[in-house]
């Protein structure tokens, strides 16, 4: 694989969790919308705290925790000659993480809107969504296709 295929393919997918999360919150951060009845609304939320609702009102850690996410990813990037489902899956982390750092770097909390109504659940974001798809295509990647993951 060329470089230039290389950079693309661990670029886009996180761009794309980052772009799509920049624009459902600027779309959605005064929604009160629901998409499907009984399944999915819209609704702009402030979020202080992280995933599942912990450590609230603690944004200053909490964009800490999110940086070392981020270096800790591109510590593997750099580490790890990565491929496939890894390289995929490290891109939405960063992709995710990005965009959550921001709000919480912009307005010392993060801004949500994906409530699920046929459960009773926290409303997240898109940005959740790329972070948590991430982790779970990595530890997939890491149990199933060690291959993905080499020193250099």
Not at 18 to 25: H, N, Q, S, T, V
Not at 58 to 74: E, F, P, T
């Amino acid at each position: 694989m060329t470089n230039v295929k290389k950079a693309c393919a661990w670029v886009i997918p996180g761009v794309i969790v980052f772009l799509l999360d920049r624009l459902f919150k600027y779309l959605f951060v005064r929604a009160d919308i629901v998409v499907i009845p009984g399944i999915v609304a819209l609704r702009g939320a402030r979020n202080t705290g992280m995933a599942l609702g912990l450590f609230q009102g603690n944004a200053i850690g909490i964009l800490i925790v999110s940086c070392i996410l981020i270096v800790g990813c591109i510590f593997c990037l750099r580490k790890f000659r990565i491929s496939g489902l890894g390289i995929v899956s490290i891109s939405m982390i960063l992709g995710g993480a990005a965009g959550n750092a921001i709000d919480r770097a912009m307005y010392g909390y993060v801004i949500d809107m994906i409530e699920l109504l046929f459960v009773d659940f926290y409303i997240f974001n898109i940005a959740d969504v790329g972070v948590v798809c991430g982790a779970i295509l990595c530890g997939i990647s890491l149990l199933f296709r060690p291959q993905d993951w080499s020193n250099k």
